[in-house]
């Protein structure tokens, strides 16, 4: 290693925006956060695939807001509405990046979580946006907190959807990076990292928008599979 750290330890809790009214509802249901509890092999690859895709954004700085969005019998195409939704905040700076996971209720009615970056909203805005554009005007945002808690919120939705879908916007992290990981995880092997340095390294990565290609490059890993 050279004299520039390739790990960071400190700790990092989401700031939420000054403007936005202080809320008495809970961050997060307990229930919903807690670890996996009788979860089927597949059910627990996709929770553990989400967990790492959300607390890998989380590892970037921004105020992180929760959004649960609804559908109703007469709405339209959820994906293509979604779009729309996303450009006109983007438009009008609300939005910078999010990631997001489908839920299906008990009706076949599609609702999404997004966890994303961006400014305070007000609710009733929302709901009259996505009432217009998807024909719900039932949505539900608030300020939270606890990366840990965020990741395993969305990680249970995915582990219960059998499809597995999710996504993401390139800025969440990076583009591709979720193929960054699995070179780091592979290079972390051939260094004999044990798994919280391979963690370390990964977050110190995301934190400094440096690519691990291209920081295991700067300390001389020959990448003999890429």
């Given at each position: 290693m050279d004299g520039r750290p390739l790990c960071y330890t400190e700790s990092m809790r989401t700031p939420s925006g000054k403007a936005e009214p202080a809320t008495s509802v809970p961050l997060l249901d307990s229930k919903s956060t807690s670890a996996r509890k009788a979860m089927s092999v597949p059910e627990a690859?996709?929770?553990?695939?989400?967990?790492?895709?959300?607390?890998?954004?989380l590892e970037r700085?921004?105020?992180v807001r929760l959004l649960t969005l609804t559908s109703s019998p007469g709405s339209g195409d959820f994906q293509r509405d979604f779009r729309m939704l996303i450009m006109r905040l983007r438009r009008r700076?609300?939005?910078?990046?999010?990631?997001?996971?489908?839920?299906?209720?008990?009706?076949?009615?599609?609702?999404?979580?997004?966890?994303?970056?961006?400014?305070?909203?007000?609710?009733?805005?929302?709901?009259?946006l996505w009432g217009e554009i998807h024909n719900a005007p039932v949505v539900d945002i608030r300020r939270v907190g606890g990366r840990h808690r965020l990741a395993c919120y969305l990680a249970n939705y995915l582990a219960k959807s059998p499809s597995g879908r999710y996504s993401y916007s390139w800025a969440w992290v990076w583009k591709g990076f979720s193929r960054s990981w699995a070179v780091l995880k592979r290079a972390s092997r051939d260094l004999?990292?044990?798994?919280?340095?391979?963690?370390?390294?990964?977050?110190?990565?995301?934190?400094?928008?440096?690519?691990?290609?291209?920081?295991?490059?700067?300390i001389g890993y020959v990448f003999s599979y890429l």
């Open positions: 690859k996709r929770f553990k695939r989400m967990y790492h895709r959300v607390r890998s954004g700085s921004g105020n700076g609300l939005v910078s990046d999010y990631i997001r996971c489908p839920e299906k209720t008990q009706t076949g009615l599609r609702h999404d979580h997004i966890l994303f970056r961006g400014s305070y909203i007000e609710q009733a805005y929302l709901s009259y004999g990292w044990n798994y919280n340095q391979l963690l370390t390294n990964w977050r110190w990565c995301v934190r400094m928008n440096i690519r691990p290609e291209v920081r295991l490059g700067e």
